[in-house]
């Protein structure tokens, strides 16, 4: 999950303008390949066990078990941790910070002028990206590598001095 897309867009709403970047990880896989995967290995596996359980005459549940349960349970956790959304919208006055994952859905909104965007920790795989206020931070961009968060809060902090200055409108 290294790979990542950062659409940034600009909306104007009665001249006011926003400024939108979006973070999102790149699945490896396509679900539907994974699911079409596993209908054909239930599909193989059901048929085998119902010949194995016709010529033995044990029940068909004596080969078709758990194993069966464990990809589907895994298919759906890989679906759910994909499934990221990190958005920071910025305006004149406020910046939103909208966040969700497997966790639950986060949003914080931090007044512009205040608002400090920073790689916190020492420079590794383990840094986050810290946006925030008066004491309140909200960490994104857990799946990024560091070249790509210190890439992100450059661009989110050259949009936030231009915000934090006048001439944003």
Known sequence: MNNMRIPERSRDTDGLKTVVFTLRPRPSVDL????????VLTLAWFTIASIFSITDGRSIFHYFGAEYILIAFLAFTFGKRTNVLEQVQITHDKVHVYRRDVTGTLHKAFPTYWTQVKVS?????????????HGEAVRIGRYLTTSQKVQTVEKIKSVLKEAQTAGFD
């Not at 539907?32 to 209908?39: F, H």
């Not at 920790?121 to 206020?133: D, Y």
Request: net charge neutral; charged share 10%; glycine share 10%.
């Open 121 to 133: 920790g020492a420079q590794t795989l383990n840094c986050n990206i810290e946006i925030g206020s």
């Open 32 to 39: 539907r390949a994974v699911y079409i995967l596993w209908m």
